[in-house]
């Protein structure tokens, strides 16, 4: 199949530039200039901004947690991620305790068949030891180089120690380990205190882990990993204070990854009042203004290296356990559909930064930590044809019932984006047209290769 995309503005890693763009099969053999060739389909995307395929660094599908499980698995998330122009997903493979990583990964294999996005693992561990540190050549030969740890959640938490030791160990092997930042003590001890008081309602989730919850996780992270000589990477950083503590560490030289979300782009902490605030109950919570100001200009001041949407979806029914107790609602929000979109409108349209930006953070910056550049993230003659042509002019009203997640509520329910991925190319095959999924279960596993540590 030969797609030939014609009066495009096409986004390159430094500059937008008018031209054309050629896919050949599952490679890109153009990009830029004006071309005319024989091919199967022309799309002309006059208007339109042309875009490496976004990759969603952050998503849990068919994930059990307690006693439920979310409500997306990957069939019904990929479709919705690439709806939204999200051709590669990274999902969280998680290695629970007694499990071996490679029973992990095989576990997500399974769950990952049928995806309608391209798919990659990271491996959440929830034990280091002699035996899980002897599996890592065997991650690393199955394209699984990037790792995670929690600093909370008693079935997954490790100790300060237990992690700078992996993220010693990793950076050895160019890998990297990413952490979940708070303080687990303080958050227990306020909890505890609040529902003694009486104090049981969602919004209740947000004050039991203030901003300096994170900012401590943050800064324990930093320590450890400027001991361990090891690059440190945040994933969903929420806080100005826990973005001043990673300002400081690069000062003294450390090399330190940012990932935030959307959530913390246009979301607030008031929302918990609303009568459903049980869907915005997610870790980190929801901040206020101040905090978005801030994440935003460190995006534009390229200090954040990407955005991936945390999507962890529970219906209102589950969501439900909590409302006598929100330490009970089950943890997190959906939003792999809508990530594009938000931060279009909110960050480009919002002048914070141009379309470069967005690129790198939605999808370059990614490619290359992760071990993917530059055969993704990038327009270039020899990329896989994973491509997403942005419409900057379509506005619509964002609604869970529309969005093809399987999950009766969004955090963005009425939230008024002003574009859209009107077209997405998935490995070299149209697979969305006018915001339509028109192909299905097309993902393939992406084998990715050791970290590519731009900010060493
Ligand atoms: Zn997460």
């Given amino acids: 199949m030969r797609i030939l995309i014609k009066n495009a503005f096409l986004v390159f890693e430094d500059r937008v530039a008018r031209g054309d763009l050629l896919c050949d099969g599952r490679k890109i053999v153009q990009a830029g200039g004006v071309i005319d060739a024989a091919v199967d389909k022309v799309i002309d995307a006059a208007g339109c901004y042309v875009f490496p395929g976004f990759i969603d660094t952050h998503t849990h599908f068919d994930l059990e947690v307690g006693s439920t499980v979310t409500a997306d698995d990957f069939v019904t998330g990929t479709k919705a991620a690439v709806a939204g122009g999200t051709t590669t997903v990274l999902d969280f493979a998680t290695q629970e305790r007694g499990m071996t990583m490679m029973d992990a990964f095989r576990k997500w294999e399974n769950k990952a068949k049928n995806s309608s996005c391209n798919y990659g ?55 990297i380990i990413g952490i979940h930042c708070e303080n687990d003590d303080i958050i227990k001890a306020r909890v505890k205190e609040l529902k003694a008081a009486g104090k049981t309602s969602s919004r209740y989730h947000a004050v039991s882990r203030p901003n300096v919850v994170e900012a401590d996780g943050v800064g324990r992270l930093m320590d450890a990993a400027y001991l361990a000589g090891a690059p440190a990477w945040v994933v969903h950083l929420s806080t100005r204070e826990g973005l001043a503590i990673a300002r400081q560490a690069r000062e003294r030289g450390q090399e330190v990854y940012l990932e935030s979300c959307p959530q913390y782009l246009v979301l607030e902490e008031c929302m918990y009042d609303a009568p459903d605030g049980a869907k915005f109950v997610m870790s980190p919570p929801l901040r206020s203004k101040a905090d978005q100001e801030a994440l935003l200009s460190a995006m534009a001041a390229g200090e954040i290296d990407w955005i ?12 439900a356990a909590g409302r ?3 330490s009970k609602t089950p943890n997190g929000g959906a939003g792999v559909q809508n990530r594009a979109e938000i931060v279009y409108t909110r960050a480009v349209k919002g002048g914070y930064f141009d379309m470069v930006q967005m690129g790198r953070l939605l999808s370059t910056q990614a490619a290359r930590l992760f071990g993917m550049y530059p055969r993704k993230g990038v327009l270039r003659a020899g990329s896989d044809a994973d491509i997403v042509i942005f419409d900057p002019d379509a506005p619509h009203t964002i609604r869970a019932a529309a969005n093809l ?3 009766d509520n969004s955090p963005y329910e009425g939230y008024e984006a002003a574009g859209r991925a009107r077209d997405v190319i998935l490995n070299g095959e149209l697979v969305v047209e006018n915001g339509k999924l028109i192909a299905a279960g097309k993902g393939e596993y992406v084998h990715r290769e050791r970290c590519g540590r731009y900010r060493q």
């Avoid at 991936?308 to 969501?319: N, P, W």
Wanted: net charge negative; charged share 25%; hydrophobic share 40%.
């Fill in 121 to 175: 693992f990271h491996m959440a561990v929830s034990e280091w030891n002699e035996e899980r540190i002897a599996e890592v050549p065997l991650m690393i030969e199955n394209g699984v180089t990037s790792f995670k740890m929690y600093m909370v959640y008693d079935n997954m938490r490790l100790s300060d120690g237990v992690m700078y030791e992996a993220m010693k160990y990793l950076a050895k092997e160019d890998c």
């Fill in 308 to 319: 991936g949407t945390d999507h962890c979806s529970f219906t209102m029914a589950q969501k």
């Fill in 324 to 326: 006598d107790d929100f």
């Fill in 405 to 407: 997640h399987n999950c």
